[in-house]
């Protein structure tokens, strides 16, 4: 069956780095988007960042250009995001999702995605 696996997740310092990361299994498609949203707690899920497994092209949600980077390894189907120069307003779950022809101009929307991984937790003290 289809699943998406999500790990990395945990506490850090602030200023400090994580690297998640999230592998879709047996994939029913060979041209598709990997990408990751956060959600706080009664907060609506925002977009972070996405990238073409096929093509490589990535983009990225304002809040996180320069500190985030998203990075795939079509082989494994897997694609990890690397988190830097953490503070505490990145503290959120953290959702791996994918999904096939994605739109261009609607990939920050969650709709456009067909799978989501179960979240992991990045908490970032002071």
């Known amino acids: 069956q289809v699943q998406l696996v999500e790990s990395g997740g945990g506490l850090v310092q602030a200023g400090g780095s994580l690297r998640l990361s999230c592998t879709l299994s047996r994939p029913t498609f060979s041209n598709y988007a990997m990408g990751w949203f956060r959600q706080a707690p009664g907060k609506e899920r925002g977009f972070v960042t996405t990238?073409?497994?096929?093509?490589?092209?990535?983009y990225y949600a304002d809040s996180v250009k320069g500190r985030f980077t998203i990075s795939r390894d079509s082989a494994k189907n897997t694609v990890y995001l690397h988190v830097n120069g953490l503070n505490p307003v990145d503290t959120l779950v953290y959702y791996c999702?994918?999904?096939?022809?994605?739109?261009?101009?609607?990939?920050?929307?969650?709709?456009?995605?067909?799978?989501w991984g179960q979240g992991t937790q990045v908490t970032v003290s002071a």
């Open positions: 990238i073409s497994m096929s093509f490589g092209s990535a």
């Open positions: 999702a994918a999904g096939d022809l994605v739109t261009p101009s609607a990939l920050s929307s969650g709709d456009e995605y067909d799978y």
